[in-house]
């Protein structure tokens, strides 16, 4: 049975889509903000999003970019009143894989939802290789040139990021949002704190600091 996460903060609309998919079958689960369905959608239990644009914290739109900059493929439908042209251009640019205009009728979200849920999905990758070094996803083992490094979940987390991302400056607080998933105290030094003890496991010059800006995996 597919899980359907509904990520939308208007209690009709909940009730009216819930209440369709319900009895077409699906399983649905709602998140009422943007921040709430970042976090539900990061952890991978779910076939399918159901993505409102206007969303409290978090825009849907910036929802959708930080799923896609984070490697997560699951199919999204955008719920959104914007229907214009540079709307629908930024969902399908960001990675929306569909756009639904409301108000719409039931019979159409339902068609789009079992399009989307029938496509192939993408084959993940099962390992990544950047900065000279290796990871396999599937057994969370890193190996720095001929030799393997034990790293903690934390810590293996930081280096996928800086992997998916190589030769990218990221900022604390994107890495904080990839790797911890909610907002710290800007003065928290946790970022820093992780960059050092991976620095010592994998090589102090695996890791830049760009001061001002972030840090960055240079391509070996």
Do not use: C
């Not at 990520?7 to 399983?27: H, W």
């Not at 976090?39 to 399918?48: S, V």
């Not at 998933?181 to 704190?193: E, K, L, R, W």
Request: net charge negative; charged share 25%; glycine share 8%.
């Amino acid at each position: 049975m597919s899980r359907i996460l509904i990520a939308e903060d208007d209690p009709g609309i909940v009730s009216f889509v819930q209440k369709g998919l319900r009895a077409a079958g699906y399983t649905t689960v709602v998140a009422e903000d943007g921040q709430s369905a970042l976090m539900m959608a990061r952890m991978g239990e779910f076939d399918l999003v159901l993505l409102d644009v206007g969303l409290p914290q978090l825009d849907g739109f910036t929802v959708l970019e930080r799923l896609r900059d984070e490697g997560v493929t699951t199919p999204v439908v955008v719920l959104t009143a914007r229907d214009s042209v540079t709307d629908r251009v930024h969902g399908l640019e960001g990675g929306a894989n569909d756009y639904v205009t409301k108000p719409f009728q039931f019979a159409e979200l339902l068609a789009r939802v079992r399009l989307r849920l029938r496509e192939p999905a993408p084959a993940e990758a099962r390992s990544l290789r950047a900065g000279g070094m290796s990871l396999d996803l599937r057994t969370r083992q890193v190996t720095v040139e001929d030799r393997t490094v034990d790293l903690s979940g934390r810590e293996f987390a930081l280096l996928e990021v800086f992997m998916r991302h190589e030769n990218q400056i990221l900022s604390r607080e994107q890495l904080l949002g990839h790797v911890w998933g909610y907002d710290f105290d800007p003065a928290s030094n946790v970022v820093d704190v992780y960059v050092r003890a991976l620095r010592r496991k994998i090589g102090a010059d695996r890791v830049q600091t760009l001061r001002g800006s972030g840090y960055r995996l240079p391509s070996a």
